[in-house]
Every structure is written in structure tokens, then in C-alpha cells.
């Protein structure tokens, strides 16, 4: 058995969700607001691909970690505000409060 590793996945699919759809939901609403940091972030396409090679490729005992890139947070809602017509996040939060809204 191989271990895969994702980071954030990013794909189509059913957007009502409650995880990477809320990025979408997040920047709609133009708050302007973004957390500190970078995450990493993988095409939800080259997940499928990793989990076809290591099956056809029997890579019994491997671990593998699938990161595209390390983006920061502002770059991404930034990006993704472009992609659906809104304006772009202007205002860090500071990191406490990023901790205390990270539950939400």
C-alpha cells in the first residue's frame, strides 16, 4: 500500500460544500480581508493522476506528498476574486485573529 499525501485540493465538483468552496464564498463577499501565510495547493486532476501511476506502478511501502505550489493566502483570494468579477482582499488579518477565526 502507498501513502498519498494531498495538499489543499482544488478542483470541480459540488460547491456547495463546506471546505474549498468556502474560498469562493469567502472572496464573493468582498470583504477584503485575508490570513497571513501560504498554503500549499494541488489540481484535483494530477491527485487522479498520482493515484493511477501508483497503482499501475505498484508502489507498495512509498509515501508521496502531492503539492503543486505554496501560495500566499492574499495571492490565492486575490486569484480567485479576479476569476468570479470581485475585488481583490487589501487587509491582512493579524495572526491572532486568524487563530480564532481558524474554527469557523
Keep these: 500500500m502507498a501513502v498519498l499525501n494531498p495538499s489543499i485540493i482544488l478542483g470541480p465538483g459540488d460547491w456547495s460544500g463546506q471546505n474549498t468552496p468556502a474560498l469562493w464564498r469567502q472572496a464573493a463577499r468582498e ?3 485575508y490570513p497571513g501565510g501560504t498554503a500549499g495547493f494541488v489540481d484535483l486532476r494530477d491527485v487522479v493522476e498520482a493515484v493511477l501511476f501508483v497503482l499501475e506502478q505498484d508502489r ?3 509515501r508521496f506528498i502531492l503539492n503543486a505550489a505554496n501560495v500566499s493566502w492574499r495571492e490565492l483570494l486575490g486569484e480567485i476574486a479576479e476569476s468570479i468579477g470581485g475585488k481583490p482582499p487589501t487587509r ?3 495572526y491572532w485573529q486568524s487563530a480564532l477565526l481558524w474554527p469557523v
Design 60 to 62: 507498495n511501502g512509498h
Design 31 to 33: 470583504q477584503g480581508i
Design 92 to 94: 491582512k488579518l493579524a
